[in-house]
């Protein structure tokens, strides 16, 4: 007479969870594409990267924005331009928008007036555009620019460096512990069979023994 059984349902809950771990892995691999394409495409194009700290020129350009700016002639510049620069006393680059153009006798190079679309009044000083070309803005991606800024924080740029070799050390001393573990097991089990066979055969010899 032979019984079957029925296979255990799975748990709907665990499977719920299995799927949700792999939606989420799916999800951090194309948020990571997209970001690595947003930094590495444009700059194959010949674009210039600003990653936007400041909150001068929004609702234009938010903080933690990435700017995308191309080289144009200087010739090229009218007002309303937003151009990244280095200003006068400055050694950071800004991003502002060309709020007024001057233009010298001729021979001389024009002057240019600069403003942050959030600030009430231009900046103070003007300046001169001494290279042929000047950076820019295309167009800018909210956001991405983060992580390029958090990245310029040597502390941040230590953990970046240093977790995903951490996480690979445990990650490998897992693996050993759990496969320590297995070997562990599977000797006890075997030798647990041996002390089972060794009883086997002393009630057999001592079967054998009674009957003689």
């Known amino acids: 007479m032979s019984s079957t059984s029925t296979p255990p349902s799975k748990n709907p809950a665990r ?3 299995k799927f949700a771990r792999g939606a989420s892995g799916v999800v951090l691999v194309l948020i990571t594409v997209a970001v690595v394409g947003a930094m ?3 700059a194959l194009l010949g674009d210039d990267l600003y990653a936007v700290d400041g909150g001068s020129m929004e609702p234009t350009i938010q903080r933690g924005a990435l ?5 144009v002639p200087v010739a090229e510049l009218k007002v309303r331009d937003v151009i990244t620069y ?3 006393g400055h050694s950071r680059p800004v991003t502002h928008r060309i709020v007024d153009v001057l233009r010298p006798d001729a021979g001389g190079l024009p002057i240019y007036r600069t403003k942050g679309d959030a600030n009430p009044r231009p900046d103070m000083r003007v300046f001169r555009l001494d290279r042929p070309t000047q950076a820019r803005l295309s167009f800018s991606i909210p956001v991405v620019g983060w992580v390029l800024i ?5 502390i941040v740029k230590v953990l970046a460096l240093g977790l995903p070799a951490l996480l690979i050390a445990l990650w490998m001393i897992g693996s050993l512990w759990r496969e320590g573990g297995r070997v562990m097991r599977e000797r006890e089990e075997a030798a647990q069979e ?4 060794d ?3 002393e009630e057999l010899a001592g079967v054998a023994g009674a009957r003689a």
């Open 40 to 42: 590495l495409v444009p």
């Open 194 to 197: 041996r002390g089972a066979l």
């Open 150 to 154: 958090l990245l310029g924080n040597p």
């Open 86 to 88: 280095v200003p006068p």
């Open 199 to 201: 009883d086997e055969d």
């Open 15 to 17: 499977l719920l969870a």
């Open 67 to 71: 700017a995308y700016a191309s080289e």
